[in-house]
């Protein structure tokens, strides 16, 4: 019952949003273990694997999604969701890719854990 209901939600929050399988649970009501079965029998990492390789095609897709990407955060925070830090990972990545940066992981991790830190103190 629960499959027929949520499975294509979760399928697209997981494969053209990023959300994590644990945050998916969360936000529609189903285990998290559930949603883990759904995503292995749903093949749902190659499907993001493939939905993320045909969004940054070019510069103008990969422009287009992080922005589509960054008023999905935005919304959620003003909706004081939960921001799983693997989004912002996905989002700063793209945004090197826009800007040709070398990857410096120490930076985004430090500006992620730093925004996280202030978003939950400023707002719960």
């Not at 990023?18 to 998290?32: D, K, L, P, Q, S």
């Not at 992981?105 to 730093?114: A, D």
């Amino acid at each position: 019952m629960k499959r027929d209901k949520f499975f294509d939600i979760a399928e697209k929050m997981y494969v053209e949003q990023f959300i994590t399988a644990v945050e998916i649970g969360n936000r529609i009501g189903v285990h998290e273990r559930t949603i883990r079965r759904w995503k292995a029998n749903g093949n749902w990492d190659e499907k993001r694997k493939k939905f993320y390789n045909e969004v940054t095609a070019s510069k103008d897709s990969i422009y287009k999604f992080s922005r589509n990407m960054l008023r999905e955060i935005e919304n959620d925070i003003d909706n004081k969701k939960y921001i799983d830090p693997s989004r912002f990972y996905t989002f700063l990545s793209l945004i090197d890719k826009l800007t040709k940066k070398q990857k410096v992981t120490n930076k985004r991790e430090v500006f992620v854990k730093n925004f996280i830190q202030n978003f939950y103190i400023d707002n719960f």
